[in-house]
């Protein structure tokens, strides 16, 4: 079993507070985010970008396997996952993750190119982590 983890500090109340968030590879090191950076788009980052950030990651590293299964290796996969964050039911939840791809794929046509990503999207590890809607649209280039 592998075991990775993140780091989260906060001070405040909710509206004034700041947090800082860390990973375990220091990639982010005591990085600040915060109300404004999650609800007024504000400076810092926040939960549902962090999130958004990890799918997108996993989904094109898993991509890059799927591929390799069938004998293909990318030239570029470009990933992006919009996370949404809706209030729901008197609180907020995160409801969906939409996944953006493009992917230069020499020797794949649209169709293969489409049953990989789909099975990408719901095979990614990270896919599975989310308990929320997950769309995705795929452009091979």
């Known amino acids: 079993m592998i075991k990775k983890f993140g780091t989260a500090n906060w ?3 909710l509206k004034t507070g700041l947090g800082k968030v860390s990973t375990q590879t220091k990639a982010l090191q005591d990085h600040p ?3 404004k950076a999650r609800f007024e788009d504000g400076p810092g980052s926040n939960p549902e970008e962090l999130v958004a950030a990890a799918h997108a990651a996993c989904f094109a590293m898993a991509m ?3 591929l390799a299964d069938k004998g293909l290796t990318a030239d570029n996969i470009d990933a992006k996952s919009t996370v949404s964050l809706e209030q ?3 609180g907020f939840a995160v409801t969906k993750a939409h996944l953006d791809v493009t992917a230069t794929i020499p020797g794949i046509d649209d169709a293969a190119f489409q049953e990989i990503a789909k099975a990408t999207e719901k095979g990614c ?3 599975k982590l989310l308990n929320a809607e997950i769309t995705m649209d795929a452009k091979l280039v």
Do not use: A, C, E, R
Request: hydrophobic share 25%; no cysteine.
């Open 64 to 66: 890059s396997l799927n």
């Open 88 to 90: 729901v039911d008197g």
């Open 125 to 127: 590890p990270i896919s």
């Open 11 to 13: 001070q405040g109340d």
């Open 33 to 35: 985010y915060g109300f």
